[in-house]
């Protein structure tokens, strides 16, 4: 069992920066692919960014490429994003989860279904 606790939300203005950090309990974080998912009222949750076990491999959303960042500490358990040049349309509940995966630490998913862990969620906002 895991448990991931997202933090670093809050009300920031177009152009702006946060960083998200999502710590995760438990002594096999390493044993995770993680991701960052986002989701706005009366949308679906939409795939972000996902990092390999290794921290060899990650995917981006083609709307946040080139703008966030997502990155790994697996001694500190902990995964970030960071978010730079935000526009409003970043506004959203964001969302780490852990995929369970044992056969390669270069593996990641983009699918929503494939996670086995989510945290509570971030809200984000940006300000026009």
């Known amino acids: 069992q895991v448990q991931l606790v997202e933090s670093g939300g809050g009300l920031v203005q177009a152009g702006g920066s946060l960083r998200l950090s999502c710590a995760a309990s438990?002594?096999?974080?390493?044993?995770?692919?993680m991701g960052w998912f986002r989701q706005t009222p009366g949308k679906e949750r939409e795939f972000v960014t996902a990092?390999?076990?290794?921290?060899?491999?990650?995917y981006y959303a083609d709307s946040v490429k080139g703008r966030f960042t997502i990155s790994r500490d697996n001694v500190k358990n902990t995964v970030y994003l960071q978010m730079n040049s935000l526009k409003p349309e970043d506004t959203a509940v964001y969302y780490c989860?852990?995929?369970?995966?044992?056969?390669?630490?270069?593996?990641?998913?983009?699918?929503?279904?494939?996670?086995?862990?989510w945290g509570q969620g971030t809200q984000v906002t940006v300000s026009s």
């Open positions: 990092i390999s076990r290794s921290a060899a491999r990650t």
């Open positions: 438990g002594r096999t974080f390493s044993s995770y692919a």
């Open positions: 989860a852990a995929d369970l995966i044992y056969y390669s630490s270069s593996a990641y998913s983009v699918r929503e279904s494939d996670y086995d862990y």
